[in-house]
Each structure stands twice: as structure tokens, then as C-alpha cells.
């Protein structure tokens, strides 16, 4: 059974950088595709990025585009999240998830069609 486990989570100041990572291990196969998903208090989990293992494609939420990158490390299967100029909005447990599904686009971002979930790390953005 895969199991994720992130990193790299903390306190920052707004404006200021972090890299999350979430390394997998029991895989016997690769992935479709990976993605972060974060929750801030009192509200759902949402979508922030998303990469097909290939690296072909990316994709990200509107509030996240252009501050984060996301990327994945094949041979060290490993999934990163570069997260720069940071906002107190930004504030939530940032979880990792795989799928083996494919998808496309929006389908990218659906969090029921992830089966694999790590246990979450914590970013605090202050202001």
C-alpha cells in the first residue's frame, strides 16, 4: 500500500518562500498523477495543484497561479511544491494525494478521484 508522507511545512512571513515536499513509498506502480490539496480552518479541503507524472502537463488554482510551482522528481518519487510570495490566506494543512486514474484539465482537480492521501502539513503565513 502507497504511503505519502509531506514535509517542509511551517511558519513564514507574508511575501516569504516555503518548498513542501511528499515522498512515496510501497508503490508498485507510478502514479497517473499527483496533486496538493490544502484545508484552512472552518473550510473544505480545495484544489491547488497538480502535475501528470509524465510532467507533461501542470495545473493550479487561480489563487495559487503564478506564486506556485509544482513538480515531481521521477527517480526519487517525490512530489514538491515551491510556494513563494506567501499570503496569510495561504494558511491551511497542505495535504499531498495520488491517483492512478487519468485525467485532464479540470478532471485534474476533482479530489474524490485521488485515492492515496498523505497526512498533511501545517503552513502558517503571517501577516
Known amino acids: 500500500q502507497v504511503q505519502l508522507v509531506e514535509s517542509g511545512g511551517g511558519l513564514v512571513q507574508a511575501g516569504g518562500s516555503l518548498t513542501l515536499s511528499c515522498a512515496a513509498s510501497g508503490r508498485t506502480s507510478s502514479p497517473y498523477a499527483m496533486g496538493w490539496f490544502r484545508q484552512a480552518p472552518g473550510k473544505e479541503r480545495e484544489f491547488v495543484a497538480a502535475i501528470k507524472w509524465s510532467g507533461v502537463s501542470t495545473y493550479y488554482a487561480g489563487s495559487v497561479k503564478g506564486r506556485f510551482t509544482i513538480s515531481r522528481d521521477y527517480a526519487k518519487d517525490t512530489l514538491y511544491l515551491q510556494m513563494n510570495s506567501l499570503k496569510p490566506e495561504d494558511t491551511a494543512v497542505y495535504y499531498c494525494?495520488?491517483?492512478?486514474?487519468?485525467?485532464?484539465?479540470?478532471?485534474?482537480?476533482?479530489?474524490?478521484?485521488?485515492?492515496?492521501w498523505g497526512q498533511g502539513t501545517q503552513v502558517t503565513v503571517s501577516s
Open positions: 494525494a495520488g491517483r492512478s486514474r487519468g485525467c485532464s484539465g479540470y478532471g485534474c482537480q476533482i479530489e474524490a478521484e485521488y485515492a492515496s
